[in-house]
């Protein structure tokens, strides 16, 4: 007579690792007061200033004061904030530099710190893309943007302080 078989004890599965947890967000720094000091500008929670690798006037990095990995992490009032602080540097940039376009870009790749690029691309800016891009008159934003950031290094033009500066005193009252 056949033996009844015991039906199969089934395999747990194999518990999946846990992931690497991100490093927690830094104590937020006290809120203070506007204040520009040389060419940097705070507000109550964000930090506008000029972008230190690629030396075109009017490329600001605005990042928050207390630094975050995810938009989604920043404070509510940060987030409230956030616009109007983007809007009053764009505003300045225009009145100073007067762009064609300005980029607004967030990557967080180099940092893993939330920021933004504010990139204004002008005329000048645009033809010396097509000058070095001669057989494709074809241009997107984040190529030219790329382009720029591949091409320009310290020192700065001349007029690179003095544009910076005045874009400074049109966001002292703006923000």
Not at 23 to 41: D, E, F, G, Q, R
Request: aromatic share 10%; with cysteine; net charge neutral.
């Amino acid at each position: 007579m056949p033996s009844n078989p015991k039906p199969a004890t089934p395999t747990p599965p194999k518990p999946k690792p846990a992931p690497e947890p991100l490093p927690p967000n830094p104590p937020p720094i006290p809120p203070k007061a506007a204040l520009m000091t040389s060419a940097v500008y705070t507000n109550d929670y964000f930090v506008i200033e000029p972008c230190c690798n690629c030396p075109i006037a009017g490329y600001l990095i605005v990042r928050p004061i207390a630094p975050a990995f995810s938009l989604s992490k920043l404070p509510r009032e940060a987030l409230d904030s956030l616009g109007v602080t983007l809007a009053a540097a764009s505003r300045a940039i225009e009145t100073v530099i007067h762009p064609e376009r300005i980029y607004c870009a967030l990557f967080a790749e180099e940092t893993r710190s939330v920021h933004f690029h504010l990139f204004p691309r002008t005329r000048w800016l645009l033809s010396r893309y097509e000058a070095s891009h001669s057989v494709d008159r074809d241009f997107s934003g984040p190529q030219l943007f790329d382009w720029a950031r591949r091409t320009f290094h310290p020192p700065a033009s001349a007029d690179y302080d003095q544009l910076n500066e005045a874009i400074f005193r049109e966001l002292t009252p703006n923000v």
